[in-house]
Every structure is written in C-alpha cells, then in structure tokens.
C-alpha cells in the first residue's frame, strides 16, 4: 500500500495543483448550471389583463387609470394578473370608456381572452406554454421541484457509480450527458417533454458537484484542504452569474439552454486531462496506476520521486474485499456501525437545511423590489466573497463551531428581514444578502465536514446519500415561495430562518475533524473526536 499523504508531501503542492484547481474549478463552474437555469426558463413574469377600453397599441405594465379597472393585492400592492372589473355599458366619457365612471369596483371578472400586458417581456415556458395566472403558478414551481428531484435521485447513483467505477469517469460522464439532455430539452414541444427532459437533465447533472470536490479534496492534504477547497468553490457562483447575464440579454428560454449547455460538451476532453483519484485507485489494488500518477506531479513539480518500499507497493489493503465496493456492502455496515449511521442521519438534517434556505433564498431573489437579474447576480456574487471567508472562518474557528455560526446568522437576518418595512428596500436587500453569504459559507463547510468525517471506502457514497437527503430541502426551496399566495409575504423567510436556527443546534453534536487525516477505515472514522483519534492521528500543519 503507497502512503500517499506521505509522498504528496514530499512532492509539494506545486504547477500540477494549481492546474488541476483550474480544470476541476471550471467543470464546478458548469455544475450550477443545471440547478438555476429553471429560475429563468420557468419564471413568473409580472403582468396583468389587457384592458380594451383603456390599453392602446404600446401599453405600460401599470398606467395611472390601472387601479379603476382591476384588483390590487393586499401585500405585494401588484395588479392581479387576469383579474379585471366589470365595463359598463353606456355614455362616452370624454370620448372614451376608460374613467373610473366606466367600471364597476364590485364585479371581477377573468380576462384570458384579452390577452396581457408585461412589465418586461421574455419567452418563457409559461409565456410559450399557456401557463399564465396565478392558478398556474405552482406548474412553475413545479420545475423547480422536479429538478431538485433529479438531483435528489441522481446523487446517490453518482455516488455508487463513483465508488463503484472511478470518480473522473463519473465526472465527465455526468457533465457531458446533462449538456445533451438540456440541449435536447431546449426543442420540447409540449409541458410535459420539458418535465421529462428537465428531470433526466437535473438526474445526471446532480453527480458534477459532489464527486468533482470528492476527486479535488483527495488530491490534497489535510492543511490544504480548506485554501483549496475555498479557491474551487469560487468558481461556483460564477457559473450561476453567467447564466443570469445570459438570460438578461437572451430572453427566450430556448436559446437559453442551448447557450449555457454546449459548453458542457467540451468535458469530454477531461478523459485526457484529468486523472483518476489516487486514493480511489489504491483502494481498489491499482497500485502501478497510482505510482504513476504521483510520478506525473513529480514531474509537473519539478521534484525528484521519492525511494518507494516495494512491498508496500503491492500490499493490498486488508479491508477492501471485492464485496465491499457493493452499495450493498457499505448499506451494511453502515447499519452494523451505530456511530456512523447516527452521524449519516444528523448530517442529513443538517443537509436538508442549509439546501433549503440557500436555494430557498436563491430563488426569492427575483421576488425582491429592483432589477431580478441584478438581484439575482448580487445574490450570486456574496458567494464569492463567502469563499474567501470560509476559508478565514474555518482557519480559525472549529468545523462545527463555524457551520453553527454561519447557521445562526443567516437565521437570525432572516428573521430580521421580515421587520423592515417594504420602503427600506437597501436594508431589506442588505439583509438579504448577509443572510446568503452566511447560508453559502455554511455550505462550503458542510462539503467539508462531510467529506472528513466518513471513512475512504464509503466516502463519495455517504456523501452522495446526505446530500441526496438535502435534497428534500432543495425540492422544498420552490414550493416555500407559494407560501405568500397562502400565508403572505412574511411566511418564507419565516420558515428559511427557524430552519437555520435548528440546524444550527443539531451542528453541535456532530464530531470535529479539523486538520485530522482522512480516516480510511470504519474504526478511524468511529473515534474522530475522541481521545485516541486525537492523540494518534491529528496531523499538525507543517
């Protein structure tokens, strides 16, 4: 068995790291394509009823004379969208019917025929679709749920398949295969292919993340992981920021897809560029594989290659048996280990959480007062500061100190949101936007939590199946905003801050891991956070 950290250490981190943080940060930048495009091609537009009497050929979205011929509602003070009240019939005014003589206030009527009148038009799914009015809006939403329902099936089959066959060929068979799919979605013709196609998409896209940042964190060691880690996730929002500048200036939702998805195509060349996990291989006896792997980064390093012990080099590892690359065998002793299981099920809340309130809070950006695409973007773009913190706050902070933290902040300013007036709309935004910064810290440092507290074996299949679990948060993120059609517009953020509240509690009970060695076996990973994980196994910064 090669003892990689060892040899890692002696080759440095050197061109070989930093080119592998740029081709692993642009295939992360691609993952956050697939969970936001939705928020674009299925928006819920602002408009309302085309009134006859009154619109002329170049119509504004709210006139003067608008609130005499509809409904208003009560909390967001926005026209009804095809709601319209009752003409009357008789004498012009003016020349015209359009006065407030013209209506009758206590008679609504449904106004599909007229046709509408949009604040910012673009073609949507819902505009293409016949999706319109508000009964139609959780068809909308829908898309949403279904995404983060692919995701939700998606994570734990990327997962085994990443155990079970390599982490860089799930990556690039995963970020290759969604491009197709969303390109392909871009032609639907109905409702219906749309919702096939995004939940196939959102299935095989779901594995790009996860086992791209499993293949990077492996590749370094236990100081480095958090610098690393930091500088991959700001790559992320970026390709989040693209696709709203895209969708700024393309507004049609088919040409959308087809420009934010070819590129995906081209990570079929990461076949070639890119190379296996180390520790993947070795876990699975390839051991000529991985010493030619760590001959490679001497070589991009410019380091001589250190003196290997040959039979270590052929040493199998004792507790890898064929057997155990099965889900099935890693299911069981996760089940036989009630250490492991219990700290799978407290991570998944914790999981369920933080998805829940950071798309949650993603997706109520366009809902904010202002330009939705700037708003979105800003939304987008605390993350990048977020990651440059993340790696300050975990540096001098514990791993499960800094995630109860930043779950406390991101609650408590939610919570706060709800008490500024609507005529604070800099506050509002302001506190929108500290509370997304410090919900995205949080999910920079559960990836890493996650990652350090389950063995090797199990490692990409138990943090497949948390996330798969968060994504129940995710595919609840869409539906909390129809919360306000029932409940009004304080109920989201509502619920978005009490959930980080007790997340931030059950983040407490969670063992420590930071600066500790990967643990490569089920007993390592059982005593992190005990005595002896912390007197044999701590790895002290060089």
């Not at 408009?47 to 011929?69: A, H, N, V």
């Not at 929108?432 to 920079?444: D, E, M």
């Amino acid at each position: 068995m090669v003892d990689i950290d060892k040899v890692l250490i002696s080759l440095g981190m050197g061109r070989y790291q930093f080119i592998g943080c740029i081709l692993f940060g642009l295939m992360i930048m691609y993952s956050n394509v697939s969970p936001v495009t939705y928020v674009f091609t299925a928006s819920d537009l602002k408009y309302r009823c085309k009134i006859p009497e009154c619109d002329k050929e170049e119509s504004t979205y709210e006139p003067e004379w608008l609130r005499f011929t509809m409904p208003y509602k009560n909390d967001t003070n926005q026209p009804r969208k095809c709601q319209r009240y009752a003409a009357l019939s008789g004498p012009l005014v003016n020349g015209t019917r359009c006065s407030s003589d013209g209506f009758n206030v206590s008679v609504v009527e449904w106004c599909h025929e007229n046709g509408w009148v949009f604040e910012d038009f673009e073609e949507t799914i819902g505009t293409e679709f016949g999706l319109m009015c508000e009964d139609n809006k959780w068809k909308l939403s829908m898309v949403g749920t279904i995404n983060n329902f692919g995701q939700f099936i998606g994570i734990p089959m990327s997962g085994i398949i990443a155990d079970r066959y390599g982490r860089k060929f799930t990556m690039v068979f995963c970020a290759a295969t969604s491009a197709a799919l969303a390109i392909i979605q871009s032609f639907s013709t109905s409702y219906l292919m749309f919702m096939i196609l995004e939940l196939l998409s959102s299935t095989v896209s779901s594995g790009i993340y996860t086992v791209t940042f499993i293949l990077a964190m492996e590749l370094f060691l236990p100081h480095q992981r958090v610098l690393y880690y930091s500088i991959l996730e700001c790559f992320l929002p970026i390709g989040s920021i693209l696709v709203a500048y895209t969708a700024k200036y393309v507004r049609d939702w088919r040409l959308l897809l087809q420009l934010v998805n070819i590129p995906g195509l081209l990570f079929l060349s990461y076949f070639w560029l890119t190379e296996e996990s180390m520790r993947w291989l070795e876990s699975q006896g390839k051991h000529d594989k991985v010493i030619n792997t760590l001959k490679k980064i001497a070589a991009v390093n410019n380091k001589p290659f250190p003196n290997l012990n040959i039979n270590n080099q052929t040493q199998s590892m004792e507790c890898l048996e064929n057997k155990d690359a099965k889900f099935s065998g890693i299911l069981k002793d996760i089940i036989r280990s009630p250490t492991i299981f219990w700290r799978m099920i407290r991570c998944s809340y914790v999981w369920i959480a933080v998805t829940l309130v950071y798309y949650g809070l993603t997706i109520s950006s366009t809902d904010i007062a202002g330009d939705k695409y700037l708003n979105f973007s800003l939304v987008l773009f605390v993350e990048i500061p977020a990651c440059l913190l993340n790696w300050l706050i975990m540096e001098g902070m514990s791993r499960k100190m800094s995630l109860s933290c930043m779950f406390v902040l991101s609650g408590v300013t939610c919570v706060t949101y709800n008490l500024m007036s609507g005529e604070l709309y800099l506050i509002k935004l302001s506190l929108f936007l500290v509370s997304k910064l410090a919900i995205s810290i949080a999910f920079c440092i559960i990836y890493m939590l996650t990652a350090e507290i389950f063995p090797t074996r199990m490692r990409a299949t138990m943090m497949s199946m948390c996330s798969m679990l968060g994504r129940i948060g995710s595919m609840l993120a869409p539906q909390a905003t129809l919360l306000t059609e029932y409940f009004g517009v304080f109920a989201t953020m509502l619920v978005f801050g009490l959930t980080a509240l007790a997340a931030a509690a059950i983040t407490m009970t969670l063992p420590e891991s930071k600066n500790i060695k990967l643990p490569n076996t089920i007993n390592e990973a059982e005593e992190i956070g005990t005595d002896v994980k912390s007197k044999n196994d701590k790895i002290n910064s060089p």
